[in-house]
């Protein structure tokens, strides 16, 4: 499934609109656990493009890499971050640095 297509949405497991501060409660850490999952699906696409192991993804893996590079985190990235209380520049930051470091 591709990454996009997991950030689309901002529904609730009864199917309501659930605003990111509801994501916070502790009855909502399921929900919690899904958005860093999807978090890390991201950054391993994006790695994975880096390094050249397309797996016959290679548009959604770019996809995911032109995200992350995005100064600021793209939109896939904002979106993930905003509902785990996260910077996306620091993860944006982040993934760069780990682009840019010796294998």
Known sequence: MAVASLVGTR???DGGEQSPEAITAPENMPERYLWAAVLDLLI??????????NRGQANELEQAFDDLLKPGGG???RHCCKWLDTNPEAVARSFIRWCESPA
């Open 44 to 53: 391993k696409d994006g790695q994975a493009f880096w390094l050249g192991k």
């Open 11 to 13: 529904r609730g497991v």
């Open 75 to 77: 939109p896939m990235t």
